[in-house]
């Protein structure tokens, strides 16, 4: 299946991710590169090009192997659902074995017959209909030729074999290093006019998997490191694109209360159904009892609700919802409240994303509670933690899922990632609520601001809270204190001797000890 992108179409891959980052999928008719170190998924991206074309497309594909013996590719493919016997019976996959001829590295020097192994591909290729071939991996054969003049011949030799057959394939060789070299013998990127390379890197203690297009000959594509990851059930998934395509769905202007009157009442009369929240705040200043009291709203309302906690035990999260009067496991007897509690460091940042589209997808909720989204810094980058953000609106907009993220303060998060997510996506929510703490003559008190309602009005003054064993509630407007709003993170705010006194917030100025 092609597709109109510029002078050369595309063939779609249905890769999860990967056609929204190549601009349309890869040339058709063309031979593309996949290079990569040991386990960043080279041979699985070879596999799923054809699975996926038989799957979505019904376009049947030739497997040549190098390395592995058809048996492995089929046993390991099944553990991701892919039922390659059952295509091969349907004549819809085929494979060739080259592995019978492979040797050890240096075992062999000497000349490799791909005339031989031309004539198997093109006899492949007619006898099922072939669109699609994969080659996994070349760079085996490569080891056998004494030169890279010679390797760049041979590699060209079988580009022009390929697209001779009128199919669109990829073609995988190894790499050295995550970063260097683009290949192992460094001319393949040279002799092909597409390249993809994959990376297995290690990042603060944790492997890192990317994708980069290096070049698509005839037409664009995302520049950049993709994010990505290899998920049980659906294979590769490139995190941040993987479900951005355009929404143009009915603009949503229903309201839903927060399940706090008040602070419905700040934002002008609730917030929109597709709305993604930030509330910000320090530790203790009750950013998990206004989650708990918006799904508790939720529930009370017939809505589907799912919780996230990543900074709690579940145990420990029931036992302080009841002391605030709320019942987590009667919410979730009534099947409208479901709940996943888990540490960070269980996962990698790309799993748990892919964790929560699958229970978005399965559980179809309509409210969303993350809990608190700056837990996840402990494990990622900035930039990935980002990625995540963006990658989780494109799930939930287009669901019009109303979502609760907490977090802690932009300056309250581990030095070494810089601004906290906090500071990162603040411009790209709906609403921006922020709480904080207050001292005044000796008194800790607790305030709440809203910063920002996209499309609507909203309350600009700074109120108190209060927070006992009957919940959260949000009182009168506080006067006479300053800095409330300076770096949304200081933990301390200072009596202003020179507040309003008729009601309004005075403005906010510079506090020294602030």
């Not at 390991?76 to 996959?93: D, H, V």
């Not at 906090?422 to 790209?428: F, G, T």
Request: a negative charge; proline letters at 5%.
């Amino acid at each position: 299946m092609t597709s109109g992108n510029g002078p050369v179409s595309r063939v779609a891959t249905a890769i999860n991710g990967f056609d929204q980052v190549a601009l349309g999928g890869l040339p058709a008719g063309r031979c593309t590169l996949v290079t990569g170190t040991a386990g960043s998924g080279k041979t699985l991206f070879a596999t799923e090009f054809l699975a996926r074309g038989i799957q979505v497309h019904d376009e049947p594909g030739v497997f040549v192997t190098f390395e592995e013996p058809p048996a492995d590719i089929r046993r390991n493919a099944l553990s991701l659902g892919l039922t390659i016997a059952e295509w091969e019976r349907a004549g819809k996959w085929a494979f060739v074995d080259a592995s019978a001829t492979s040797t050890e590295e240096g075992a062999i020097i000497g000349a490799y017959d791909f005339h031989a192994l031309a004539a198997r591909i093109g006899h492949a290729v007619h006898a099922i209909g072939a669109k699609r071939v994969s080659m996994d991996s070349l760079g085996t054969v490569f080891l056998r030729f004494p030169g890279q003049a010679t390797v760049r011949q041979e590699l060209l030799r079988v580009a022009e074999s390929l697209e001779s057959l009128g199919v669109t394939s990829v073609i995988t060789t190894e790499r050295e290093t995550e970063y260097g070299s683009i290949s192992r013998f460094g001319v393949e990127e040279f002799a092909l006019n597409n390249v993809i390379v994959l990376r297995n890197n290690l990042v603060q203690e944790r492997r890192r998997r990317t994708l980069e297009i290096v070049k698509l000959r005839g037409g664009p594509h995302r520049t950049g490191e993709w994010l990505f990851t290899i998920d049980p059930r659906d294979g590769i998934v490139i995190v941040p694109l993987a479900f951005l395509a355009p929404h143009e769905g009915a603009v949503v202007r229903d309201r839903v209360s927060t399940g706090l009157p008040d602070l419905d009442e700040m934002c002008g009369g609730g917030v929109y159904r597709d709305a993604m929240i930030l509330l910000t705040g320090p530790t203790g200043v009750g950013k998990t009892l206004t989650a708990l009291r918006f799904v508790a709203a939720g529930v009370e309302a017939g809505e589907r609700c799912l919780l996230y906690t990543f900074d709690e035990t579940r145990q420990q999260l029931n036992r302080n919802a009841s002391g605030w009067g709320l019942d987590l496991s009667a919410m979730e007897a009534t099947g409208l409240l479901q709940v996943v509690s888990e540490y960070p460091e269980t996962s990698s940042l790309e799993d748990h994303f892919i964790l929560v589209r699958r229970v978005v997808e399965e559980f179809r909720p309509a409210r969303l509670v993350i809990d608190t989204l700056s837990a996840l810094e402990r494990i990622a980058t900035p930039r990935a933690l980002l990625d995540f953000f963006v990658a989780l609106g494109a799930v939930l907009r287009p669901r019009a899922i109303t979502a609760l993220l907490t977090s802690l303060p932009a300056d309250r998060t581990p030095s070494h990632t810089g601004l906290g997510i906090a500071a990162r996506i603040d411009s790209l929510t709906d609403v921006s609520v922020l709480l904080r703490y207050v001292e005044t003559a000796g008194r800790a008190r607790r305030a709440i601001a809203v910063l920002q309602t996209r499309g609507s009005a909203h309350d600009h003054r700074i109120r108190e809270v209060t927070v006992d064993s009957a919940g959260l509630r949000i009182g009168d407007p506080l006067h006479g204190v300053s800095s409330v709003l300076a770096g949304y993170g200081g933990p301390v705010f200072t009596a202003d001797p020179h507040g309003a006194a008729d009601g309004r917030a005075p403005a906010p100025r510079v506090d020294p000890d602030g």
